[in-house]
Protein backbone atom coordinates (compact mmCIF):
# COMPACT_ATOMS: atom_id res chain seq x y z
CA UNK A 1 0.00 0.00 0.00
CA UNK A 2 0.88 3.69 -0.66
CA UNK A 3 2.51 5.06 2.60
CA UNK A 4 4.03 8.95 3.07
CA UNK A 5 6.40 8.95 6.22
CA UNK A 6 7.36 11.91 7.66
CA UNK A 7 10.44 11.42 10.32
CA UNK A 8 8.74 12.29 13.65
CA UNK A 9 5.53 14.52 14.68
CA UNK A 10 7.74 16.95 16.35
CA UNK A 11 11.09 19.09 16.41
CA UNK A 12 12.38 21.42 18.76
CA UNK A 13 15.49 23.67 18.22
CA UNK A 14 17.47 26.55 19.16
CA UNK A 15 16.84 29.71 17.31
CA UNK A 16 19.37 30.32 14.40
CA UNK A 17 19.97 26.45 14.14
CA UNK A 18 19.21 24.37 11.01
CA UNK A 19 15.75 22.11 10.79
CA UNK A 20 15.76 19.09 9.10
CA UNK A 21 12.36 17.28 8.01
CA UNK A 22 12.58 13.66 6.37
CA UNK A 23 9.69 12.85 3.86
CA UNK A 24 9.87 9.15 3.19
CA UNK A 25 7.41 7.26 0.75
CA UNK A 26 6.40 3.55 -0.46
CA UNK A 27 4.65 2.78 -3.62
CA UNK A 28 4.30 6.33 -5.52
CA UNK A 29 6.13 7.38 -8.62
CA UNK A 30 5.90 11.40 -7.94
CA UNK A 31 6.17 13.57 -10.75
CA UNK A 32 6.95 15.97 -8.14
CA UNK A 33 6.50 16.59 -4.83
CA UNK A 34 5.01 19.66 -2.48
CA UNK A 35 6.02 21.14 1.46
CA UNK A 36 3.12 22.85 2.87
CA UNK A 37 3.21 24.67 6.35
CA UNK A 38 0.15 24.54 8.78
CA UNK A 39 -0.07 27.07 11.22
CA UNK A 40 -2.97 25.91 14.65
CA UNK A 41 -6.29 26.60 12.96
CA UNK A 42 -5.65 27.77 9.70
CA UNK A 43 -4.94 25.80 6.18
CA UNK A 44 -1.94 24.67 5.19
CA UNK A 45 -0.02 27.27 2.86
CA UNK A 46 2.33 26.08 -0.23
CA UNK A 47 6.03 26.50 -0.11
CA UNK A 48 7.76 24.59 -2.23
CA UNK A 49 7.04 22.67 -5.25
CA UNK A 50 9.98 20.11 -6.27
CA UNK A 51 10.41 17.90 -9.66
CA UNK A 52 11.39 14.70 -10.12
CA UNK A 53 14.18 15.56 -12.35
CA UNK A 54 15.46 18.09 -9.73
CA UNK A 55 17.85 17.77 -6.67
CA UNK A 56 17.35 20.84 -4.93
CA UNK A 57 15.12 23.71 -4.70
CA UNK A 58 15.54 26.65 -2.51
CA UNK A 59 13.36 29.67 -1.44
CA UNK A 60 14.70 32.33 1.03
CA UNK A 61 16.00 30.34 4.00
CA UNK A 62 14.21 27.04 3.03
CA UNK A 63 15.96 24.84 1.15
CA UNK A 64 14.29 21.15 -0.63
CA UNK A 65 15.90 18.20 -1.63
CA UNK A 66 14.43 15.01 -4.19
CA UNK A 67 16.19 11.65 -4.19
CA UNK A 68 13.96 9.36 -6.25
CA UNK A 69 16.15 6.39 -5.55
CA UNK A 70 16.22 6.45 -1.79
CA UNK A 71 12.20 7.69 -2.61
CA UNK A 72 13.04 10.44 0.35
CA UNK A 73 12.67 14.29 0.51
CA UNK A 74 14.60 16.49 3.27
CA UNK A 75 13.18 19.97 3.90
CA UNK A 76 15.41 22.06 5.60
CA UNK A 77 15.17 25.75 7.66
CA UNK A 78 18.26 27.12 7.98
CA UNK A 79 18.53 30.01 10.74
CA UNK A 80 15.70 28.73 11.97
CA UNK A 81 13.49 31.87 13.95
CA UNK A 82 10.61 31.50 16.44
CA UNK A 83 8.46 32.30 13.80
CA UNK A 84 8.66 28.71 11.50
CA UNK A 85 7.47 27.38 14.75
CA UNK A 86 4.43 25.26 12.77
CA UNK A 87 3.38 22.40 11.05
CA UNK A 88 5.12 21.07 8.00
CA UNK A 89 3.70 18.72 5.11
CA UNK A 90 4.91 16.56 2.50
CA UNK A 91 2.50 15.47 -0.07
CA UNK A 92 2.42 13.76 -3.43
CA UNK A 93 0.62 13.11 -6.29
CA UNK A 94 -1.20 9.83 -7.58
CA UNK A 95 -4.08 8.84 -9.49
CA UNK A 96 -4.73 12.50 -9.97
CA UNK A 97 -5.18 12.62 -5.92
CA UNK A 98 -2.81 14.73 -3.44
CA UNK A 99 -1.90 12.94 -0.70
CA UNK A 100 -0.36 14.69 2.43
CA UNK A 101 1.65 13.03 5.44
CA UNK A 102 0.93 13.44 9.13
CA UNK A 103 3.10 16.20 9.49
CA UNK A 104 6.25 17.65 11.48
CA UNK A 105 5.36 20.17 14.25
CA UNK A 106 8.73 22.55 14.80
CA UNK A 107 8.93 24.34 17.81
CA UNK A 108 12.09 26.87 17.37
CA UNK A 109 13.30 28.25 20.22
CA UNK A 110 14.19 31.92 21.10
CA UNK B 1 -9.05 39.72 -0.07
CA UNK B 2 -9.41 35.93 1.00
CA UNK B 3 -8.37 33.70 -1.93
CA UNK B 4 -10.29 30.26 -1.24
CA UNK B 5 -13.37 31.48 1.87
CA UNK B 6 -15.07 28.95 3.57
CA UNK B 7 -17.76 29.06 5.91
CA UNK B 8 -18.91 28.71 8.78
CA UNK B 9 -15.37 28.49 10.56
CA UNK B 10 -16.91 26.51 13.57
CA UNK B 11 -20.14 24.39 13.66
CA UNK B 12 -21.62 22.39 16.38
CA UNK B 13 -24.13 20.21 16.04
CA UNK B 14 -26.62 16.91 17.20
CA UNK B 15 -26.23 13.82 15.92
CA UNK B 16 -28.80 13.35 12.99
CA UNK B 17 -28.75 16.41 11.70
CA UNK B 18 -28.27 17.67 8.27
CA UNK B 19 -25.50 20.65 7.90
CA UNK B 20 -23.37 22.39 4.79
CA UNK B 21 -20.29 24.23 4.84
CA UNK B 22 -20.26 26.58 1.72
CA UNK B 23 -16.52 27.24 -0.07
CA UNK B 24 -15.89 30.40 -2.48
CA UNK B 25 -12.78 31.16 -4.28
CA UNK B 26 -11.68 34.31 -6.35
CA UNK B 27 -8.85 32.88 -7.66
CA UNK B 28 -9.83 31.80 -11.20
CA UNK B 29 -9.07 28.19 -10.89
CA UNK B 30 -10.53 25.46 -12.36
CA UNK B 31 -10.77 22.78 -9.90
CA UNK B 32 -11.82 22.78 -5.68
CA UNK B 33 -11.45 20.03 -3.94
CA UNK B 34 -12.81 19.20 -0.07
CA UNK B 35 -10.42 17.61 2.35
CA UNK B 36 -10.49 16.11 5.79
CA UNK B 37 -8.36 16.50 8.43
CA UNK B 38 -9.18 14.00 11.54
CA UNK B 39 -7.76 14.14 15.51
CA UNK B 40 -4.55 12.66 14.20
CA UNK B 41 -3.98 15.51 11.81
CA UNK B 42 -3.80 13.82 8.09
CA UNK B 43 -5.10 15.45 5.61
CA UNK B 44 -7.51 13.11 2.98
CA UNK B 45 -8.86 14.21 0.09
CA UNK B 46 -12.70 13.83 0.05
CA UNK B 47 -13.80 15.12 -3.20
CA UNK B 48 -12.40 16.97 -6.40
CA UNK B 49 -13.89 19.28 -9.26
CA UNK B 50 -13.41 20.46 -12.40
CA UNK B 51 -14.88 23.35 -14.04
CA UNK B 52 -18.20 22.17 -11.99
CA UNK B 53 -17.20 18.58 -12.78
CA UNK B 54 -16.65 15.66 -10.24
CA UNK B 55 -13.91 14.48 -11.05
CA UNK B 56 -12.57 12.13 -7.63
CA UNK B 57 -15.05 10.85 -5.08
CA UNK B 58 -13.05 8.63 -2.05
CA UNK B 59 -14.66 6.29 -0.22
CA UNK B 60 -16.71 8.74 1.64
CA UNK B 61 -20.34 7.34 2.93
CA UNK B 62 -23.08 8.71 0.43
CA UNK B 63 -24.53 11.04 3.62
CA UNK B 64 -21.74 13.28 2.34
CA UNK B 65 -22.46 15.25 -1.38
CA UNK B 66 -20.81 17.96 -2.94
CA UNK B 67 -22.44 20.57 -4.89
CA UNK B 68 -20.34 22.95 -7.22
CA UNK B 69 -23.07 25.38 -8.79
CA UNK B 70 -20.08 27.06 -10.64
CA UNK B 71 -16.25 26.64 -11.04
CA UNK B 72 -15.72 29.79 -8.46
CA UNK B 73 -18.04 27.55 -5.30
CA UNK B 74 -18.18 23.96 -3.82
CA UNK B 75 -20.31 23.36 -1.01
CA UNK B 76 -20.51 20.17 1.28
CA UNK B 77 -23.29 18.87 2.65
CA UNK B 78 -23.67 16.60 5.30
CA UNK B 79 -26.65 14.45 5.71
CA UNK B 80 -27.47 12.21 9.51
CA UNK B 81 -24.41 13.49 11.15
CA UNK B 82 -22.48 11.03 13.26
CA UNK B 83 -19.74 11.35 16.31
CA UNK B 84 -17.50 10.39 13.56
CA UNK B 85 -18.02 12.87 11.32
CA UNK B 86 -16.29 15.30 13.65
CA UNK B 87 -12.86 16.42 11.94
CA UNK B 88 -11.73 20.00 10.46
CA UNK B 89 -13.17 20.13 6.74
CA UNK B 90 -11.05 21.84 3.97
CA UNK B 91 -11.66 23.37 1.02
CA UNK B 92 -8.94 24.15 -1.51
CA UNK B 93 -8.49 25.23 -4.90
CA UNK B 94 -5.75 24.88 -7.79
CA UNK B 95 -5.18 25.74 -10.91
CA UNK B 96 -5.27 22.73 -12.74
CA UNK B 97 -3.99 19.06 -11.67
CA UNK B 98 -2.50 18.87 -8.05
CA UNK B 99 0.08 21.60 -8.01
CA UNK B 100 0.38 24.44 -5.72
CA UNK B 101 -3.41 23.86 -3.81
CA UNK B 102 -4.80 27.36 -1.93
CA UNK B 103 -6.48 26.05 1.16
CA UNK B 104 -9.47 27.94 2.78
CA UNK B 105 -9.04 28.42 7.11
CA UNK B 106 -11.43 25.44 6.77
CA UNK B 107 -14.35 24.21 9.47
CA UNK B 108 -14.00 22.52 12.50
CA UNK B 109 -17.40 20.31 12.71
CA UNK B 110 -18.10 18.94 15.99
CA UNK B 111 -20.96 16.38 16.50
CA UNK B 112 -22.71 15.92 19.65
Known amino acids: SQKIEQNSEALNIQEGKTATLTCNYT??????LQWYRQDPGRGPVFLLL?????KEKRKERLKVTFDTTLKQSLFHITASQPADSATYLC?????????FGAGTTVTVRA | DTAVSQTPKYLVTQMGNDKSIKCEQN?????MYWYKQDSKKFLKIMFS???????INETVPNRFSPKSPDKAHLNLHINSLELGDSAVYFC???????????FGSGTQLSVL
Open chain 1, 91 to 99: ALESDYKLS
Open chain 2, 49 to 55: YNNKELI
Open chain 1, 50 to 54: IRENE
Open chain 2, 92 to 102: ASSQGGNEKLF
Open chain 1, 27 to 32: NYSPAY
Open chain 2, 27 to 31: LGHDT
